[in-house]
Structure formats: structure tokens, C-alpha cells
């Protein structure tokens, strides 16, 4: 039997969630040791998990293969990252690593993202919210679990290191005071499987109506989105993705409003994380306690 590590994709920041909330979809990175199948691509010592497999020991040829697009929002480097990781303590500890070893993954992961929002999320799937080290897993009811997420990929790419030059580094204490309550709301739809209040739970004053700007059609998708009948839609991490929450009886509608220029993906909460699969049997073992927390 083959097996591999699956890391599911990533939205974060949600809105008002700045570098604390995160959600994971089912676009993955696959991450195997020997040498690369058909359709995987065998990493080289400059590939962002190729590094991370070797900080946490991890020897030998490696490969991944991989559906999320780069530089588009959707957690590219966090979840190779967090796969790779997570294949190095596989490789040294056995099965059980993938959840013993979480906690040091998600640290180290972390700081190579240098914020943990996405990380989290690729690692404990669902909806997390990471603060200084420590993850909180949100519960996700059954209305949220059967939503879809409709991602607007424009034809562009965004540096998240140069995207986040564009934001200040002083914050006005009412706009902090409205994410910190907004996020909360946010939070909130979830635990109550309450998608009414992800509308206002989304919007955000400290970093969207800085990057917007500088994605073409990134505005006016956002607009097109909730008036399609959206319940909510935010900025994708940095950008340039922009998300949409929705009934999955409503997603095509949604995705047909959207502006030229870019792609739509009709995508779902991932709700496992990271995991191992073989190639014939599906996953080989148990996701990780939700419960868990890092130090």
C-alpha cells in the first residue's frame, strides 16, 4: 500500500478575522516520500516544503502533488508546508506522529509563515482561530458543513509579503474595536449554525479596503457576489482570491455573477486537516482530536 499526506487548502483572515481565523477547503496538497508519480513533482532543496520536511528531519527524495493555486490567497504555502512537516514526522515517528508531533508542526509551520491563521486550519481542518501560538477549533454545524464556498480566482498573483506593506502599522481604536466584535459575530454563525450573521460578521476595517484596490475586479466580484445572494464574501487571506459563502443550491447563481477576469471554484469545508491516505483505501488514520491546543 502507498500512502501520503493530505493538506487541504486554506481561506483566511474571513473578513474581520485579521491573521486569526481561518477555514479549510477541499483543494489539497499531497506530500509522499520516493520518488514522484505520474502528476506529482519530485522537490527540489528551494521548494518551501522541501525545507520544511528537512527542519523536522525529514531525509530522502520527496514529492507533492498538488491542486491549490499559487500566490492566489488559498493557502498554497502553508498547506505545503504543513504537509511536508507533517511527512517528516511520519517518516520518523510512524502513523501516530501526525497527532502526537501537531503541536511542533503547527509551531514550526507557523513560523515560517510568520502567522498561523492559515497553518491552523490546513492542520486541524474546519474553522480555527489561531492567536500567539495557541489554536481554538470552532465548531462547524450542519448548515455550514453542507454550504459551499465560491472562490473568485482572478487571472493575477498577490505577494502576501508585499501586500502586507500596504497596511498600516497603526490602527485607529474604533476600527479595532469593530473587528474585534465583528469577528466574534463571525465566530458566533458558526457555533450556532447561523448564517445570518456572517453578513455583518464579515466586514472588516483593517486590511480589505487596502488590498482591494489593487486587485482588478476584486471590488466589484465582492458586490456581485451578496447581491446574487451570497450570505457573506471577503477578501481570501491577502488576495487575490474573493470567497463567498452560500447555499450549495445557490452556488452556480453566484459563480455566474462574478466578472470576467478570473475563475470560480465551487469548493467545500475541509473538515479533517491534515491526514494520511493510501492510494486504494481513502484516509489511514483518524483526523486529529479537534481539542487539541499548542503552546
Avoid at 481561518?22 to 525545507?51: F, S, T
Avoid at 470552532?138 to 455550514?144: D, E, L, R
Avoid at 443550491?249 to 471554484?265: D, M, R, S
Wanted: charged share 15%.
Amino acid at each position: 500500500m502507498t500512502w501520503f499526506v493530505r493538506t487541504p487548502a486554506s481561506s483566511a483572515n474571513l473578513g474581520a478575522g485579521f491573521d486569526v481565523l481561518g477555514m479549510a477547503l477541499d483543494l489539497h496538497a499531497d506530500c509522499g516520500l520516493g520518488n514522484a508519480p505520474e502528476g506529482a513533482q519530485q522537490l527540489d532543496q528551494h521548494h518551501p516544503g522541501r525545507i520544511a520536511f528537512e527542519a523536522l528531519g525529514g531525509t530522502g527524495p520527496m514529492w507533492m502533488r498538488c491542486n491549490i493555486p499559487m500566490g492566489r490567497g488559498l493557502g498554497f504555502s502553508g498547506a505545503a508546508r504543513v504537509g511536508a512537516a507533517a511527512l517528516a514526522a511520519v517518516q520518523a515517528d510512524g502513523d501516530e506522529a501526525l497527532t502526537r508531533r501537531a503541536p511542533e508542526i503547527l509551531a514550526y509551520t507557523t513560523g515560517l509563515e510568520g502567522h498561523g491563521d492559515n497553518v491552523a486550519a490546513s492542520l486541524h481542518g474546519g474553522v480555527t482561530a489561531f492567536v500567539q501560538g495557541e489554536y481554538v477549533s470552532i465548531p462547524v454545524g450542519p448548515t455550514m458543513v453542507a454550504a459551499t464556498f465560491v472562490a473568485w480566482v482572478p487571472d493575477v498573483t498577490t505577494s502576501t509579503d508585499k501586500s502586507r506593506q500596504a497596511l498600516g502599522s497603526i490602527v485607529d481604536r474604533s476600527d479595532a474595536v469593530h473587528n474585534i466584535g465583528r469577528s466574534i459575530q463571525f465566530v458566533m454563525a458558526f457555533v450556532n449554525d447561523d448564517p445570518t450573521l456572517l453578513a455583518s460578521g464579515s466586514t472588516d476595517r483593517l486590511h480589505q479596503m487596502m488590498r482591494l484596490p489593487g486587485v482588478p475586479g476584486a471590488p466589484e466580484a465582492l458586490d456581485a457576489g451578496v447581491a446574487a445572494g451570497a450570505w457573506a464574501g471577503w477578501l481570501s487571506g491577502s488576495g487575490p482570491t474573493v470567497g463567498f459563502m452560500c447555499t450549495s443550491e445557490n452556488a452556480k447563481t453566484i459563480a455566474a455573477a462574478l466578472p470576467a477576469g478570473g475563475h470560480t471554484k465551487l469548493l467545500k469545508i475541509d473538515t479533517l486537516g491534515c491526514r494520511l491516505v493510501s492510494d486504494s483505501q481513502g484516509p489511514v488514520t483518524p483526523s486529529m482530536d479537534s481539542r487539541m491546543r499548542s503552546a
